[in-house]
């Protein structure tokens, strides 16, 4: 017992010093462990997961209390190899009523299992690594999403990952829509990398792989509180239940300040 405990502390400082060196410093790394289901390694208790099955208009969703066991093997479950969160999104899936594609998905929640709802306000980060082994055309996997506050029901952003290793911000123009691209950086697909999504007032500040942009949220959504999202929300749609995209996470954590 006390060897596996030094072992999983060896790897955890062995993985976090790596990531010092290449300047990737704000987004946690620790030892997972292949045996169990994600919430075993992962804080899955502020999500709720959102699946690609259910009746048209409703997906599935699994509550925080659920996740702390819960593995699916089609959509979510712990690589048996390196013990990654994984994520399988179909191009034909079951999708919400404001969407035309299918998602493995975590909405962000409160501790007491309350919808999380925060405000433009305060500090609100949320930290990534990740990488991406399949996707056919492209992926959101990170957002933040506007909450109560008015009818809209848009995103205020979204990362995007497309197979050629791009990766995309798209930032919201107003909650009536219309969304602008930045790209963001390049990562050959299926290698790891890391996002930090931060919000803070009027500023989003983006950092991937340790290089920090930062883009000024228009005025108009003040009114609304927002709330994160993770996972594989596939950006196609075809009849295809074999083709979509798979996303793996090594660390997911959130923050609030």
Not at 41 to 51: M, P, R, Y
Not at 104 to 128: F, I, V, Y
Not at 179 to 190: D, E, F, P, R
Request: glycine fraction near 10%; charged fraction near 15%.
């Amino acid at each position: 017992m006390h060897r596996r405990k030094l072992l999983a502390v060896s790897l955890s400082t062995a993985v976090v010093g790596a990531l010092g060196v290449l300047g990737i410093t704000n987004a946690s790394a620790a030892a997972l462990d292949p045996a169990l289901p994600p919430g075993g390694n992962f804080d899955l208790a502020i999500w709720q997961l959102q699946l690609p099955v259910g009746s048209p208009g409703k997906p599935d969703t699994i509550s925080p209390a659920q996740l702390k066991t819960y593995s699916n093997p089609a959509y979510f479950w712990t690589d048996k190899n390196d013990g990654s969160m994984t994520f399988w999104a179909p191009e034909k899936g079951v999708t919400t009523p404001n969407s035309n594609y299918a998602r493995s998905e975590l909405r962000e929640m409160n501790r007491d299992g309350s919808a999380a709802n925060w405000s433009l306000a305060g500090n609100h980060t949320l930290s990534a690594q990740l990488r991406i082994p399949s996707v056919t055309k492209n992926v959101c996997v990170g957002q933040v999403h506007l909450g109560t506050g008015g009818s809209s029901t848009k995103p205020l952003l979204e990362l995007y990952y497309r197979p050629n290793g791009d990766i995309y911000l798209g930032t919201e123009n107003s909650p009536d829509g219309g969304q602008t691209l930045h790209k963001v950086g390049n990562v050959a697909l299926g290698v790891k990398w890391t996002y930090v999504i931060n919000v803070t007032g009027n500023k989003i500040n983006l950092t991937v792989n340790g290089s920090k942009t930062t883009y000024t949220i228009p005025s108009s959504f003040n009114p609304y509180k927002q709330y994160f999202k993770a996972g594989s929300y596939n950006q196609s749609s075809s009849e295809s239940t074999s083709n979509g995209a798979k996303v793996k996470f090594y660390s997911l954590t959130v923050s609030h300040g």
